[in-house]
């Protein structure tokens, strides 16, 4: 049996949205290098969508292919949708990942809600009213 | 290009040991206990398959003791000295940080029952230091156990200097020789090793099956309770195949060790000096008292896990001690005793290469490890930090 489904290593062996937006609206890091693993997502946001997201992870196989698949889940989508990201939807949509393993989605949701966070900082008029600090 | 590089985990089988056995499966099946001719045959192989062990280690046969691997000789070799010291009102045992976990955690399950373990430090370039040794044991000292070569980064240790200080302090010596036997030229009696344990799936011989040598006059306590097979060390019908099979491949290995290690020794300096090209990299211990065929590197800025997934969509087998390899969140201890930090520990990389290894191979090897490195590192946080000036490199 592989040690991960075919959509996690497709995700890992061909990451979508890899890289740097320079100029982005929001940054968010999360993790540590202790631990073995760090994701870092930029985000384009315009009129309320996600126009672009790119990110660098540095980690296992399925925090490379998590991440990638956060920001398939998350591009295009309004910033409303992508605060709602949940750690489980990133890990279904990748057919499951093995439970020792559950963290790197985990740690996807919140390098997704740590960037668009940082957007709110940035833009506090954005933030919506039941939005928590 | 398909590359077998993890022999440290596992070897392939030997022609001779696969052949070896097939008799004793097909024709020589009997119970070394029964007393019918079928039976006294196969007690007959198998003690020939004990002799033929002996030999290569310089041993007596009455003083080797097959068990299922090196693991259940770790753990018997141990806890059979602790008994010993336990009557004599020693509960002194002092080992290494770096040692495998077959041995690390049955020390700690002795020092729940009341034990003093003292684990010695291992230095940045893996080596025990015989001084440091000699400082350590104390007047209740029962045990010292220290491997003859780590399984990770493959530093040989002074196993003479510690078998004769251990002698003339008169404390039991053993050594977890796994990863040694068979690649090493081993000598119980010169290197004053009391016990000894091995397995011969790291030689080339099945799995399942291994030898704890006991220097005739140390006592040794049975794990396994039953019959009186193993003269009484070790109950439970033998496995005479497996053993025999065993005794084949260490032959074999013996006659072929000089002139293997030889070869072994030179493609291996040719993968650590092609590796070594690689900025900000490091190889892991001592460069010269290493087993021919161990390469151990920490890569900055990434993580082992995904560098072995890539090398295996490349066809090279290998093993890393990051965290994610290991099931748990810290990276591997040994490289953790060599001083190596866990940033720099999960970016870690094992190749353990074979007598049958060859030099397009290891090109093969260097060209690759060094294309998915800097795959890896075009896309890590970590890496652009350092490159930016925002972390400081550590290797």
Not at chain 1, 108 to 125: G, K, M, Q, V, W
Not at chain 2, 274 to 297: C, D, M, Q, T
């Amino acid at each position: 049996m592989a040690l991960y489904s075919e959509k996690v290593m497709d995700h890992f062996r061909n990451p979508r949205n890899v890289g740097v937006i320079e100029d982005a609206d929001g940054v968010g890091e999360v993790g540590n290098a202790k631990c073995g693993d760090i994701m870092k997502m930029y985000l384009k946001i315009e009129d309320g969508v996600i126009a672009d997201v790119k990110f660098e992870t540095f980690g296992c196989g399925s925090a490379i292919a998590s991440s990638s698949m956060a920001t398939e889940l998350i591009k295009g989508k309004p910033v409303s949708e992508a605060m709602n990201l949940t750690n489980k939807a990133v890990a279904e949509a990748l057919d499951g990942l093995p439970d020792y393993k559950m963290h790197c989605s985990v740690l996807a949701e919140e390098a997704i809600r740590s960037a668009l966070e940082d957007y709110y900082h940035r833009n506090p008029d954005k933030k919506p009213a039941d939005q928590p600090a | 290009m398909k590359i077998y590089a993890d022999n440290a985990a596992t070897t392939k089988m030997s022609r001779a040991a696969i052949e070896a056995m097939i008799p004793c499966l097909e024709e020589d099946y009997g119970n070394p206990s029964s007393l019918y001719s079928l039976g006294q045959r196969a007690k007959e192989i198998l003690e020939r398959a004990r002799a033929g062990v002996a030999a290569v280690m310089s041993a007596d046969p009455g003083e080797i003791v097959f068990t299922s691997g090196g693991s259940e000789a770790d753990n018997q070799a141990i806890l059979s000295a602790a008994e010993a010291g336990r009557k004599a009102g020693k509960a002194h045992i002092v080992s290494t940080a770096f040692e495998h976990h077959a041995v690390l955690h049955t020390l700690k399950k002795l020092e729940r029952e009341g034990f003093a373990v003292t684990l010695l430090d291992v230095h940045e370039d893996g080596l025990v230091r015989p001084e440091e040794l000699e400082a350590a044991i104390r007047a209740d000292t029962c045990l010292v156990t220290v491997m003859y070569a780590n399984n990770e980064i493959g530093t040989i240790q002074p196993i003479g200097e510690i078998g004769a200080i251990c002698k003339r302090r008169g404390v039991l010596f053993h050594t977890d020789a796994v990863q040694a036997v068979g690649h090493l030229p081993i000598d119980v009696r010169s290197e004053n090793i009391d016990l000894l344990s091995a397995s011969a799936h790291k030689f080339h011989g099945p799995k399942g099956v291994g030898f704890l040598y006991a220097r005739r006059g140390v006592r040794l306590a049975s794990l396994i309770e039953g019959g009186a097979q193993e003269r009484g060390k070790r109950a439970g019908t033998e496995n005479v195949a497996a053993a025999v099979g065993m005794a084949a491949a260490l032959k074999e290995s013996a006659a072929r060790m000089k002139e293997n290690a030889a070869r072994m020794s030179a493609l291996r300096d040719r993968l650590i000096a092609g590796l070594s090209e690689i900025p900000h990299s490091a190889l892991n211990g001592n460069a010269v008292k290493r087993l021919p065929g161990n390469v151990s590197f920490c890569f900055e800025g990434i993580e082992g896990e995904s560098l072995l997934l890539l090398l295996d969509d490349r066809g090279i087998s290998a093993s890393s001690g990051s965290a994610c390899t290991s099931g748990s969140l810290d990276p591997s201890h040994v490289l953790l005793a060599i001083g190596r930090v866990h940033d720099v520990a999960h970016g870690s990389l094992r190749l353990t290469i074979g007598e049958d290894t060859t030099e397009e191979e290891v090109d093969y090897m260097i060209r690759n490890v060094k294309e998915v490195v800097e795959r890896l590192r075009g896309f890590s946080p970590v890496w652009r930090d350092l490159v930016n000036g925002k972390g400081r490199f550590i290797l």
